[in-house]
T-cell receptor, first 112, second 112 residues
Framework: KQEVTQIPAALSVPEGENLVLNCSFT??????LQWFRQDPGKGLTSLLL?????REQTSGRLNASLDKSSGRSTLYIAASQPGDSATYLC???????????FGTGTSLTVIP | EAGVVQSPRYKIIEKKQPVAFWCNPI?????LYWYLQNLGQGPELLIR????????DSQLPKDRFSAERLKGVDSTLKIQPAELGDSAVYLC??????????FGPGTRLTVL
């Protein structure tokens, strides 16, 4: 079974800082990896999806990278804003099957 | 385009009572997922449907949980009888062929 770990569990940064969130997984035979954002009391919003053949994906101030061989993905957020405050989760889809395995998330607070 | 719709948003019941959650996925999405999310944790898959077929229900506690997706569109998840430990957020998601998942807002269940 795929194990997904996210470190740190919580992160607090001043507005304007660039930051990196980490996701690691135990089985490198993945199909894709997805980063989500979750606001308190809300469902998950998809941010970026990286296919196993890709190294990175970008959307606005967000950049996600994937290193399958080391079992790692990072989510880079540039010029952080208070509106970026949320919990960020990564989810890994294995090479077989359509199930996604989620990490426990990183709770981000951006201080104005 | 309408997103994934879930109802109710909140439900409070006494233990041993039955409860049902409803989900309507995004139109055209053949894959539907039910997840359970405990506080501070990532979502955990309960059941996954490909059209009307349940293809992954290994994590569903079948003694008290049941689900159906009769026409391959909307789905219902039921718990009977509910236990205190079932208090959590129940999330529904849908996707096309297992790619980007789109989540509903979730149903927050409190069992007293």
């Amino acid at each position: 079974k795929q194990e997904v770990t996210q470190i740190p569990a919580a992160l607090s940064v001043p507005e304007g800082e660039n930051l990196v969130l980490n996701c690691s997984f135990t089985d490198s035979a993945i199909y894709n990896l997805q980063w989500f954002r979750q606001d308190p009391g809300k469902g998950l919003t998809s941010l970026l999806l990286i296919q196993s053949s890709q190294r990175e994906q970008t959307s606005g101030r967000l950049n996600a990278s994937l290193d399958k061989s080391s079992g790692r993905s990072t989510l880079y957020i540039a010029a952080s804003q208070p509106g970026d405050s949320a919990t960020y989760l990564c989810a890994v889809r294995p090479g077989t099957g359509n199930q996604f395995y989620f990490g426990t998330g990183t709770s981000l607070t951006v201080i104005p | 385009e309408a997103g994934v719709v879930q109802s109710p948003r909140y439900k409070i019941i006494e233990k041993k009572q039955p409860v049902a959650f409803w989900c309507n996925p995004i139109s055209g999405h053949n894959t539907l997922y039910w997840y359970l999310q405990n506080l501070g944790q990532g979502p955990e898959l309960l059941i996954r449907y490909e059209n009307e077929e349940a293809v992954d229900d290994s994590q569903l506690p079948k003694d008290r949980f049941s689900a159906e997706r009769l026409k391959g569109v909307d789905s219902t998840l039921k718990i009977q009888p509910a236990e205190l430990g079932d208090s959590a957020v129940y999330l529904c998601a849908s996707s096309e062929q297992g790619d980007t998942q789109y989540f509903g807002p979730g149903t927050r269940l409190t069992v007293l």
